[in-house]
């Protein structure tokens, strides 16, 4: 289904985040690069089938082949990191931090993309997946390349909104499998 | 010996590359396989009993190397014909899908310093160089021992594998500056 008509079937309960999207998307914050680069990131770490058709359907648009492979290879990175670093953060042993990782994340210096933009979705993936060391960590290497709280705020708008969908399509998807008795 | 962090040596010997009439052999050189990781790994005699195995073991593993970037570039002071004879005659070396350097002059292996005093053939040297040309690993073991392809592809990985996220780095610590 095409972003356009997914939206549109977007059930009421729901019409806040229909709208949201229209608005996060439009954000000047952002460049449209980077809006719908965290948009593919956002709906990859998001895990919903119709999201991620739709959304990357409307990316494909607006970003060019590297461009979207760095998107999805920034939520693909994180769906990996998030977990790793998330448990270094949860777990009270400050041994873990000092044992080498012995990951590979070589696209963080291949993506050949525009650092800044590769940095964004990073964080708006670590956002989704609820890693604290992750955001900390991505958000102080936006700042320190020069990004404002405004813009990168405006990255996590986009990521939450998109995991809300996210989770509203999911819920219909069930609900139309087993419909409740009257 | 030359050791890590030094430059691998220029060099252009002919290689037996196939079992094709016609395309047995090639000449290969240290500008071939530009942006690629290089694993050369020599022994001291073909058609001798230890290294059949070995090479057909990196052999097996080829495709996890060349995954990695890696090119693996077999050796030996034999000439590209013994190479080519012995390819032909042992079944384990038959579909052997990496080249063999024929350094017949001692040229690469007499710069390497990895020819054995006493025998004068290549000892079981094994080097990993990076796309910069530079040696990040070396390995030599005695004549009769074999080598472990799979702990050489492990050192490829580990090499390979830095840890570049920022949710890695502790208080202090340089900052990373991206290309």
């Given at each position: 289904m095409n972003l356009e008509a997914l939206l549109d079937a977007v059930p009421g309960y729901a019409k806040d985040l229909k709208l949201n999207f229209s608005s996060v998307m439009a954000q000047t914050e952002l460049t449209k690069q980077q809006a719908w680069g965290t948009a593919v990131a956002s709906a990859v770490a998001s895990r919903n089938s119709e999201m991620i058709q739709a959304v990357f359907g409307e990316a494909v648009n607006h970003l060019n082949p590297p461009v979207f492979d760095a998107a999805k290879g920034a939520a693909a990175l994180m769906g990996m990191n998030n977990i790793y670093y998330r448990f270094h953060h949860l777990s009270k042993n400050e041994k873990y931090a000092n044992l080498p990782a012995r990951l590979r994340m070589n696209i963080i210096r291949t993506?050949?993309?525009d650092p800044v933009d590769f940095e964004l979705w990073c964080l708006a993936a670590s956002a989704i997946n609820a890693c604290g060391k992750c955001v900390d960590a991505h958000e102080r290497v936006l700042r320190e390349k020069g990004v404002s709280e405004e813009t990168i705020n405006a990255a996590v708008r986009i990521a939450a909104v998109i995991h809300g969908l996210a989770t509203v399509f999911d819920t219909e998807r069930v609900a139309a499998a087993q419909p409740l008795n009257a | 010996m030359l050791g890590v962090g030094e430059r691998f040596p220029e060099f252009s010997l002919t290689a037996t590359v196939s079992r094709n009439k016609g395309s047995e052999f090639k000449t290969i050189t240290s500008?071939?396989?530009?942006?690629k990781w290089k694993v050369f790994f020599f022994w001291?005699?073909?058609?001798?009993?230890?290294c059949p195995t070995e090479i057909a073991a990196f052999g097996k593993l080829e495709k996890q190397f060349r995954d990695r970037d890696a090119q693996i570039l077999g050796g030996s002071t034999d000439s590209e014909f013994v190479h080519l004879a012995w390819r032909n005659n042992h079944e384990d070396l038959r579909d052997l899908p990496f080249p063999m350097l024929a350094d017949i002059k001692r040229e690469l292996t007499g710069t390497l310093g990895?020819?054995?005093?006493?025998?004068?053939v290549a000892q079981r040297a094994t080097y990993i160089v990076d796309p910069d040309g530079i040696v990040r690993y070396v390995s030599v073991n005695d004549l009769a021992v074999g080598r472990n392809p799979e702990e050489v592809l492990r050192v490829l990985d580990a090499l390979q594998?830095?840890?570049?996220?920022?949710?890695n780095w502790q208080k202090g610590e340089p900052t990373l500056v991206t290309a």
């Open positions: 993506h050949g993309i | 500008d071939d396989y530009a942006g001291p005699k073909d058609f001798t009993f230890v990895i020819l054995d005093p006493k025998e004068g594998t830095d840890e570049l996220c920022p949710c």
